[in-house]
């Protein structure tokens, strides 16, 4: 039911009633079109709020009982859904790891998820300017590395971990570089270190983004660092240092 109920806030931007037993709504059906996408259901006609097509018995969905105490059903129709309402969107990767590249490509194709993978030291090769750009940054103090757990330090290389001496290292080059990167209005997220967040909103600040917000993860810690680009206050903060 929260499935069916988020696919109509995202058709409707948020403004949706829930207007029968089933808990689906918005301007177009989006639960049927849903499960029609996904292979759960058959419709002819126009969509309206009722159930008089019919359910093909994949994995099991034969009535919409069964498709909302079916939790994979709901994941499958979600993911074909939501590839056919954002097929226009491009997504781009980058690392300056071969080897981490290698293994996004994998998971990328396991996923079956579009993605424009490049080798880059932060924007060196990339060209295009975007909507949102998240980043999880090499953000450990380099002095602190040593002391980490085995699993950690043993395994991730160093190149992934080692934010140099005061661990902002990356954050500040991102932040500075991004803004030729970023379209108006656009979004820049990080990932931080739980001791992070206040250094790295005071960076983006300083650059001139704007609605800069922190989110805790799920142990209560801070984890993400948020903020808008708005070239006019980018712009203005720019001409006041200067």
């Not at 424009?116 to 980043?135: H, K, M, R, T």
């Not at 140099?164 to 970023?182: A, C, K, T």
Request: glycine letters at 8%.
């Amino acid at each position: 039911m929260k499935f069916l109920e988020e696919l109509a806030k995202m058709e409707s931007g948020g403004n949706y009633k829930a207007y029968n037993k089933y808990g689906y709504a918005g301007k177009y059906q989006m639960g049927e079109m849903a499960m029609i996408d996904a292979g759960y259901y058959i419709k002819k006609g126009n969509f309206n709020n009722d159930w008089k097509g019919t359910f093909t018995g994949k994995d099991g969905v034969n009535s919409i009982t069964d498709f909302l105490n079916n939790p994979k059903a709901q994941e499958n129709a979600q993911i074909i859904f939501k590839k056919r309402q954002w097929g226009y969107l491009k997504a781009v990767g980058a690392d300056i790891s071969a080897d981490a590249l290698e293994v996004a490509k994998k998971n990328a194709q396991r996923l079956k998820v579009p993605v424009i993978w490049v080798q880059s030291d932060i924007f060196e090769n990339v060209s295009e300017s975007f909507d949102l750009i998240v980043s999880n940054p090499p953000y450990i103090r380099t002095e602190v590395i040593q002391g980490l757990e085995d699993e950690v330090k043993l395994h991730d290389p160093w190149i992934a971990l080692d934010g140099h001496e005061d661990g902002l290292y990356f954050y500040r080059r991102i932040v500075s570089e991004s803004i030729s990167h970023l379209n108006d209005g656009a979004w820049l997220m990080f990932e931080i270190g739980h001791d992070q967040a206040e250094d790295v909103s005071k960076l983006m600040k300083n650059a001139g983004f704007c609605n800069i917000y922190v989110k805790k993860d799920l142990a209560g810690l801070d984890r993400v660092v948020c903020g808008m680009y708005n070239k006019r206050v980018v712009e203005n903060s720019s001409r006041t240092k200067m």
